[in-house]
């Protein structure tokens, strides 16, 4: 059985009087331990399926399964210990907690983890260990975009999900957040999956999942990802 | 107001923050409410009862004397500054009617025009023989104009027709003496009647009263200084009318209301000023973006300002009008009837100079605070206000000085404290709501229990006897009490009243008990709880009557002796006592004055059964057990616990709204970081602790601060609410057991309203909402 496998899966908003079909049946699947991205402009239903995945969306149809989960047919309370053990988090503004240091921000996942890696640890990795004391009013947005990484990662979770982790950075900050989530991910062997507007970003993941008005235009394998130095944008 | 669009904008932003603007209307409403209303009912009091003292022709001083000569009466006439004197007879008369109900015998000339009655039904004729009765009297008797009445008068029972019914203003707060608590008109009343119905009893008009009238302003001191040379030795003693039990009483209503009015509605104004604080900065730093663009529009610094200040204004106003309302009506309207005064009009009066203030104080907590808030803002120019805010800062706390003790706590903690500490206007806020609270309930409590504590510090520490014999000392003395051989332990003690000159001049009309100088049955103590021996040689006062009277122990005061002069005396010792204020002598040092000491009673602790016989001699007048006695105090609690409740709904209010509030503004503020969490993984539970937590926080430091509060608001209760009552307001922990358990329980109950409304809004949506 693969590792995350989506089945007919539809998505449907009422704004108003309209219904809009935000994914409209939609289906494929992901290897454990790929990196994947998923491509496509806005309202294209890339962060739709990104919400789904990461159990903070429920369809409206189809089937959703991760890691042997059905997160399609779970409670709300399922879902929120889904998110709690299995899903890590990339967000484009960091969202880290403005009151904690980098080092508690990563800290937070040892509270509600079973088995979370260690925060000091992991920040050395993401080279951040003379930093880790600072709030995040204090770091600059590829540091903050490392710390997010740090605490996605610091939950040992089996899927890493990004949402437009390089969107408010500049190209060459970008750059080095991709590398070390690509890094990062293989050494863990985690299943990473990017959502992004930012084409030259598909060159270096092995699955890209193009999407357009809700469906899935083109499903690519790379056989050989490009690096991240091989990539313009 | 800003008419137009803007008008609108106000409408609509508050109904968006409707829970914020509801909570600060509630608080202006309360602190308005609380302020007038109490306010008025001593406005109210006042009023009428002047209206009724002028109305009666109420004298300005009594003189007691017995059997005034022409020439007594006359030699008053000449005083300067007296208009008018007349003679009465006034006592305490027996009647035929059940619980022993005594009633006051006012017999008038029949000329007079001084202390009338204010009829309520019937008349009250001059040439009859007829009485007016006590309308509240005749009720709880079920008496009626028609009816007959029988009282005692000089051993000989007389029945006389009612043939009206009124009130008096020397009754207007009508208990027996100053023993009793409260007014209990199924034992005590008064009538009037004319000096011509003496005659069956005493063969011939008997007088021991002159009621004077004095001009305005006159100088009262020097009057009763020439009063007491004119009477000389005969002179029993002079009540000014200030003193006299009924106007002393409704004058410390007044008091204690005026006391409440100022202390009570603070908390609530703090609290509507903190809340409106709150609210006005998060509504204007979450329209930063809008003023700008109204500034680009072209609208003025003035009319923004203006726009921003009217929130406040139009809250303010209708707080405060709804104040009066409800001010005027809950609490003017139902506490008034309860002060168990028998005026002869309730008519509402409203302060309205003090209502001024109050609304004036609440525009200032809700448009000033609103104004201040705005103004910060009015520096920047609309670019800056366009542009996004700076992310806001974190921030290290005092507790990470600590790096053992930070170290260990965990993450969620670390949250919580750094988060109470970060924004610490809201922490003030729901602090003072919490001590707010705690005060006004441990107060409540504190209060009753005090009231309630009277009778037990009186019939079980001070008096320990079984029975009080009140014996007639016309009929039988001292010797002849001990011969008696009762079997039981004995104690007799002399109570009067006895007239006193101050060292600053004034003369006074006070208590007086002589008794035994082995006291088995009354055991004095000092205010610090040491036992006080009966001197040989000067007096016992009470504290609160030396307090009232501004004298201290080592101070000498003179007394009136029967049929002489004054006699100067020490106060040697200041003893504590709840009720029964007064002065306390040992018959030794009364007889070494040259006086005799002839009981009036006997306190009696038998050893078996009481001696019946004894009982039924007929120099016993009365007699009451303790239980009796300690039950008549316990009983009429009704506006006590009438208050206790209004005062725990108002801590509760206090406690609710705000911390509702806090804790709301806690959630909103955060909502981007708690949507975090919750993508993270968190539990609704969690998220809610990191919430709610703060408010348990908020609440330990509120009963911390709120016990001393409490304290301080029984104290102000207890010190105003009678002269003739020592209390201390004293807590003791069972009230601080509940007041803390039934804060914790408010907490707890708002943490889950809280909660619930927190569910409802959906997190990972805010967060979405962003990209």
Known sequence: ?233 | MVRGALFKKLLRDMNKSKAQFISIFIMATLATSIMTGLDSIWFTVENNANAMYQSTNMSDLWVTVMNPSEQNFWGIKQIDGVTHVEKRFSMDVDTNLPKKATLHLYALDEGSILDQPVLQEGRFSKSSKGVVLDSSFAKAHNLKVGDSISIKLNDVWIRLPIEGLALSSEQVYSVKNTASVFPDPSTYGFLMTHTSVLEKAYGQKIYNQISVKTEPGANLVSIVQKVDKVIGNKLIGITLQENSVSVNSVNGRIQQFKALALVFPLLFFLVTALITQSTMVRLIESQRTQIGILKALGYSKLSILWHYTSYGIMIGVLGSLAGLMVGVNVFGKTLVPRLKLMLSSFSFHINFRNFLIASLLILICTGGISFHACWKLQGDTPAVLLREKNPQKGNRIFMELIPSFWGKIKFSSKLIARNTMKNKVRLIMSIIGVTGCVGVILAALTVRTTLVGISDQLYGDTFTYEQKVLVDSTKTNSYYLRSLGLNGITQQIQESAIEIILPSGEHKMEPITVTTKDSPMIHMKDPEGEPVAMPDNGILMTRKLGKILGVEQGDIIQIKRSGKGYTPVQIVGVIFMTSNQGIYMSDTFWESLGETFSPTGLLIKWNGTPNQRFLARDFVVDSATRESLQTGLDSNMEVINFAVVALILMGASLAFVVLYNTSILNFVERIRDLATLRVLGFHYEEIHKLVLVENYFSVVLGIVLGTPVGRFMSWVITSTLDDNMDLTGNLVLPDVLITVITTLCFAWLINRVVAKKMQEIDMLEALKSVE
């Open chain 1, 1 to 233: 059985m693969e590792f995350i496998t989506f089945e007919n899966v539809e998505r449907e908003y009422h704004i108003g009087d309209a219904t809009i079909k935000a994914v409209n049946g939609i289906s494929f699947q992901l290897k454990r331990g790929s990196f994947n991205v998923v491509l496509g402009q806005s309202g294209a239903g890339k962060t739709t399926v990104l919400n789904l995945l990461g159990g903070m969306d429920l369809p409206t149809a189809g089937r959703i399964s991760v890691n042997g989960y059905e997160i399609s047919s779970m409670s709300e309370r399922q879902l929120t210990n889904y998110r709690r053990a299995q899903v890590g988090f990339v967000f484009q503004f960091y969202n880290l907690v403005p009151n904690l240091t980098a080092l508690e921000n990563v800290q937070l996942a040892e509270e509600i983890c079973a088995d979370p890696l260690d925060a000091r640890e992991i920040l050395e990795r993401v080279g951040l260990e003379k930093r880790m004391h600072n709030f995040p009013s204090q770091l600059s947005g590829g540091e903050q975009q490392r710390v997010s990484i740090a605490r996605a990662l610091a939950k040992n979770p089996q899927i890493v999900l990004c949402d437009e982790p390089t969107g408010a950075l500049d190209s060459e900050t970008g750059r080095k957040v991709l590398r070390l989530i690509r890094d990062i991910g293989r050494d863990l062997g985690k299943t990473i999956i990017i959502v992004t507007h930012n084409a030259p970003i598909a060159e270096m993941a092995q699955t890209v999942l193009h999407m357009r008005d809700g469906k899935i235009a083109e499903m690519k394998f790379n056989e050989h990802p490009k690096d991240v130095e091989e990539i313009l944008w």
